[in-house]
Each structure stands twice: as structure tokens, then as C-alpha cells.
């Protein structure tokens, strides 16, 4: 679990073990996503104002219901700022994606998108299931993970396909971000999410592992992988009691070479557990 060759937080790396368990195909899709939300009621984060109680020195004009929107620029920017791209936009949600006047006609096998980590908690236990933990994910993307060679499983292989045999990005089976990010998109898939089996199964049959859209797990973010003092080798849910920040995995549409180097299974990042994005969905587990 883990690399040494790309970002700090991705270290150290070490061995997990963990239990049997099942896991989704695929990302949860705004199709399965609309049935959980007809069939409850459920009010996603995104569709509910912040109490301006608990932000009091927040701009009044962002206390409304709404979700961030990737927008792209008009030309190339520094990197070093993502509010260039980031647009935050009122009455964006999983069934506004754009916010007001989209929809999502004709993507309900879309990975759903906009959903906060307790959206995801409300969905897994509607389906009886339950998110995966970040050593379950990363144990299950590195079924698809292959040497040099592209014929043999290994412990140190970074990608899920043959890196060194692949002259264009647009060749992956991965809908990641192709052309000139943040402004100019040239690839064949995309731009935004792709519709689930747009891309083939890995060696486990699981799609989209790796880039569409981050995926949420029920583990509290830490910097690095480290276990707790006196930990083991085995692999128990991060501690998740008053935690803000959840580790999401998988890389989305838009991790790019340029800027985000993170369409691996070892890759990992935290957010906020009430916050919800245009790349950032969720699929479940069962014991």
C-alpha cells in the first residue's frame, strides 16, 4: 500500500492486510443515485443552505445551497491556485450538475457527482452495503495493476495499465484529462464524467477504478500512511470520531500529467466530509 515516487502523502509504503469483502463494479451512477433519492426523501448537503451559525466569518453570498463547478479558463493559467478552475455555484447538485437550467438527461449510467461523504453514508446503508476503507479500495484498484510487461501482477506497479507501452494519454482506459489543463480538453472522452462502462473492466471486472470521478471512503484522512502507535499489519477503519477530512482515492476526468498526478491506486487526497464537487462520487463494499 502506498508509493515512494510521486507525493508525500503516498508514503511510506508498507503491507496491509485486509478481510474478504465484496465490492461495487462501479461507481454508484446518478441512475441508482435518483431510485436511493425517490424512494427516501434524502436532501443531499449540496441542496441545503449552511446555518450561518456555524460559519460566522464566512461571505454571506456563499451561505446558500450549491456545490463546486469546474470551469474551465480561456487560456493557460498558473497551476498554483485552483480557485482559477473552481467555481463555486448556487443551486448546483447531483441533479444540477452545472447548477440551474442542467440536468442530467441522458446520464443516468453517469457516475453521480456532488455528493458529500454523509450523501454517500445515507446511500450505502439505504443499499446495505457500507463505503469501502482506503486499504480495501487501494487492495481492490491494485487488482488491475500490471508490470512493465503488462502480463504480471506486482507489489510495486504503479498503474493499472502499461504505462511505459503508451505514447498518448488518450490511449488509457481511463477517462482522465487529455489536452491542456485547465483550459483546453482534446481528448476523446470527456470532457466532465463518462458514462461507466465507457471505459473496460480491469483484471477483477471493476471499472473506473482509476479516473471518472474520486471516490469517497469511510476512513478519516491522515498525512501520510503511517499506522497508529502499536498498530498492525491489518487493516481496521481509520479512527473516524469528530474527523472533518475523509481520504477520497482514484483520481477523476480531470487529474492531468500537467497538474495532478494522481490516477493511481496509491494516490490519495482529503477532503472535507461536507463539502461536494463536479469529479467526486462514491461506490460501496459488503462484508
Given at each position: 500500500m502506498g508509493s515512494a515516487r510521486f507525493y508525500p502523502e503516498e508514503q511510506p509504503v508498507r503491507v496491509v492486510e485486509v478481510e474478504p469483502f465484496w465490492i461495487d463494479h462501479a461507481p454508484v451512477t446518478v441512475g441508482e443515485f435518483a431510485r436511493f433519492v425517490h424512494e427516501t426523501g434524502h436532501v443531499t448537503t449540496a441542496e441545503i443552505a449552511p446555518d450561518p451559525a456555524e460559519f460566522p466569518d464566512a461571505d454571506p453570498d456563499l451561505l446558500v445551497a450549491g456545490s463546486l463547478v469546474f470551469t474551465p479558463t480561456s487560456g493557460p493559467v498558473p497551476l498554483d491556485d485552483h480557485r482559477r478552475w473552481w467555481r463555486f455555484v448556487a443551486g448546483a447538485c447531483w441533479s444540477r450538475p452545472s447548477g440551474p437550467g442542467s440536468d442530467v438527461e441522458g446520464r443516468a449510467?453517469?457516475?453521480?457527482?456532488?455528493?458529500?461523504?454523509?450523501?454517500?453514508l445515507a446511500y450505502a446503508a439505504w443499499a446495505g452495503k457500507r463505503l469501502p476503507g482506503e486499504a480495501e479500495w487501494e487492495f481492490a484498484a491494485r487488482g488491475g495493476c500490471a508490470d512493465a510487461q503488462g502480463d504480471e501482477l506486482t507489489a510495486d506497479a504503479e498503474f493499472t495499465w502499461d504505462i511505459d507501452g503508451i505514447d498518448d494519454l488518450d490511449d488509457v482506459p481511463a477517462t482522465v484529462f487529455v489536452g491542456d489543463f485547465p483550459w483546453r480538453h482534446t481528448g476523446r472522452r470527456g470532457p466532465g464524467t463518462t458514462a461507466i462502462y465507457t471505459n473496460p473492466p480491469d483484471r477483477r471486472g471493476l471499472v473506473d477504478m482509476i479516473g471518472n470521478v474520486w471516490e469517497w471512503t469511510a476512513d478519516a484522512h491522515t498525512r501520510d500512511h503511517r499506522p497508529p502507535a502499536g498498530g498492525s499489519c491489518c487493516a481496521p477503519a481509520r479512527p473516524a470520531?469528530?474527523?472533518?477530512?475523509?481520504?477520497?482515492?482514484?483520481?477523476?476526468?480531470?487529474?492531468?500529467?500537467?497538474?495532478?498526478?494522481?490516477?493511481?491506486?496509491?494516490?490519495?487526497?482529503?477532503?472535507d466530509e461536507d463539502s461536494s464537487t463536479g469529479h467526486l462520487g462514491f461506490r460501496c463494499v459488503a462484508d
Open positions: 449510467d453517469h457516475p453521480v457527482t456532488h455528493v458529500s461523504h454523509s450523501d454517500a470520531t469528530l474527523a472533518r477530512h475523509r481520504t477520497i482515492k482514484g483520481g477523476s476526468h480531470l487529474c492531468s500529467p500537467q497538474y495532478c498526478l494522481r490516477y493511481r491506486p496509491a494516490a490519495r487526497q482529503g477532503q
